[in-house]
């Protein structure tokens, strides 16, 4: 609201106490941390990847009471996938490697 109003600038360290960026890192090391964070969420199960952003991105504006219903909503749309329970027996025995799965991508 404030950055709407006012029309101010804010700088990095700002944005990072409103929330507005998850981190602030020093502009020489910008690529290597986000290479970084891109490989982190490559080793990820694809599929698991998209499905939390697509939930993530339909919450926005929702109550509480929304949006723990269409969390459930889209967590049980994909359980019932046979490669989902497998994937979700492997997390939860600790049999996944560190969430590697087939997507292996050295850190």
């Not at 950055?3 to 944005?15: G, R």
């Not at 890192?25 to 199960?45: F, G, K, T, Y």
């Not at 339909?58 to 723990?68: H, P």
């Amino acid at each position: 609201m404030h950055m709407l109003l006012t029309a101010e600038p804010i700088d990095a360290n700002k944005a990072f106490q409103w929330n507005l960026v998850s981190e602030v890192v020093p502009h020489e090391s910008l690529m290597e941390r986000a290479e970084l964070i891109a490989r982190q969420i490559l080793r990820n199960d694809q599929v698991a990847v998209r499905s939390a952003k697509e939930t993530i991105l339909d919450m926005i504006g929702r109550n509480l009471d929304n949006q723990l219903r269409v969390e459930a909503i889209n967590g049980y749309s994909v359980a019932t996938r046979k490669e989902v329970l497998s994937r979700l027996q492997d997390f939860f025995e600790k049999s996944d490697k560190g969430r590697h799965g087939k997507n292996s991508t050295e850190l």
